[in-house]
């Protein structure tokens, strides 16, 4: 509600996220105490709803934000990229 109140975020926005999760809503306050100038569009609320949990990096990503990746990040990208299950081989 303060972030409503000081004008962080808009009715249409907070009206989005207040239905999301403790924990996105958590980095979500995270996110804008780190970067107070930014606003969210109604466009990047419904982004962030749709997905429901995410981490402050995720809502970096969304709003076009260059970062780098964080380690357990890009850890987890090379941890599904070598669990993804292999191509089947075809035999003739």
Do not use: W
């Amino acid at each position: 509600m303060e972030l409503l109140d000081s004008g962080g975020l808009t009715l249409a926005t907070a009206c989005q996220f207040s239905a999301l999760p403790n924990s996105s809503q958590e980095e979500i306050a995270v996110y804008l105490s780190r970067n107070p100038e930014r606003k969210f569009t109604v466009e990047q609320a419904n982004a962030l709803a749709d997905l429901k949990f995410f981490s402050e990096y995720e809502i970096t990503e969304l709003c076009g934000e260059k970062t780098p990746v964080p380690e357990a990040t890009e850890e987890r990208a090379e941890l599904a990229e070598n669990s993804a299950p292999a191509e089947p081989k075809h035999t003739v």
